[in-house]
């Protein structure tokens, strides 16, 4: 490899995890506003950071010669249909997570009764969200449940009647 090669590959590194860092930044700031707690913050942190660096791998791959761009486009296609079929339950309820984030549904502390299930919501994540019931045992539904409903939320009226302007 001559100089050039390994300075566009140190250039492009960098350019894809300032990127990286960009992305992660804006999607941790709007998960933070939506109420997400850290260890939500710390798994979208960890994700972009993944991807970063198999990008960077994969450009490393490309410029060394050792695979072509069609060759790595295969690869990565059959890797994502594989991991998007085996963790087909979990991505349905990280979607799900992001969207009770985005609607505003659910806040740490609000009481709400699910599934004849009544009590303070003390965590959620993005895959599922702890309840503490009114008799002190702890309920894990999986957040695709709750938006799946029918799902009450008994502090948030105040707060989801000035977000959707509902009289």
Excluded: C
């Excluded at 001559?2 to 590959?9: G, L, M, N, P, R």
């Excluded at 309820?93 to 609000?110: E, K, P, Y």
């Amino acid at each position: 490899m001559d100089v050039s090669t390994v300075a566009y590959i140190a250039t492009s590194g960098i350019g894809i995890l300032v990127a990286e860092e960009l992305v992660s930044l804006v999607t941790r700031r709007a998960a933070k506003a939506a109420g997400a707690g850290s260890t939500v913050l710390r798994d979208i942190k960890t994700g972009t950071r993944l991807i970063a660096f198999v990008l960077i791998f994969s450009n490393v791959l490309n410029l060394t010669g050792l695979s072509s761009l069609f060759t790595t486009l295969t690869i990565s296609g059959i890797l994502a249909v594989a991991v998007s079929l085996a963790l087909q339950t979990t991505l349905s309820n990280v979607i799900s997570g992001l969207l009770l984030f985005n609607d505003g549904v659910l806040r740490l502390g609000d009481v709400i009764e699910y599934g004849g299930t009544k009590g303070r919501v003390v965590r959620i994540g993005l895959r599922n969200t702890w309840i503490k019931a009114e008799l002190g045992h702890l309920v894990v539904v999986s957040n695709s449940s709750l938006s799946g409903g029918p799902l009450a939320n008994h502090t948030a009226t105040e707060r989801l009647k000035k977000k959707y302007a509902i009289d």
